[in-house]
């Protein structure tokens, strides 16, 4: 019997597949944090909870999702009470979804550090926006735009060599 986090999809080994409704709880709970950034900024309290909202982005870049606190309170409280995945996902396209959003959390730390709230309320208004379309409809922006950057940036090709 197979881990839920290691299910098979069928495809042969899935080392490092991830189970899809783990990045739609981060967002669900990354949702929660920037709209009480909203409400708290630019009061300390706002400042230190997008803080906090950045430095978990950095980790799930750093690291990868599957190594972050959500991810540890997906395995071990949500997902031992739901049934297997129907499919298992690459945890690259999350990945690079939370760097998207680390860029955002941090254009609003500097907008409300620097006194210019407008930038930080903007910004983090567009990491709530996208958080919320995964938590609530499971659509993952930044995971649409590393597929399409994916789709149009030509692949690893070998260099062209010339004979001078």
């Known amino acids: ?3 839920p986090e290691r299910a098979s999809t069928g495809r042969g080994q899935d080392h490092g597949q991830i189970d899809p409704r783990g990045p ?3 967002a669900m709970l990354t949702s929660v944090v920037l709209a009480l950034t909203l409400v708290t900024a630019p009061d300390a309290v706002g400042v230190v909870l997008l803080g906090i909202q ?3 982005f950095a980790t799930a870049v750093v690291l990868g999702v599957q ?3 959500a991810a540890y ?3 071990t409280l949500v997902r031992p009470r739901l049934a297997a995945p129907a499919h298992l996902e690459d945890p690259q396209p999350p990945r690079f979804a939370q760097g998207v959003g680390l860029v955002f959390a941090l254009v609003g730390l500097v907008g409300y550090l620097s006194g210019v709230t407008v930038l930080g309320a903007v910004a983090t208004g567009f990491a709530l926006a996208a958080a919320l379309l995964n938590a609530v409809f499971g659509y993952c922006l ?4 590393y597929l399409l950057i994916r789709r149009v940036a030509p692949a690893h090709s070998a260099p062209v060599h010339t004979n001078a």
Do not use: H, V, Y
């Open 73 to 75: 309170l997906f395995k």
């Open 54 to 56: 950045t430095a978990l």
């Open 1 to 3: 019997m197979s881990t």
């Open 142 to 145: 930044g995971c649409e735009l």
């Open 24 to 26: 739609q709880f981060n």
């Open 67 to 69: 190594r972050t606190p």
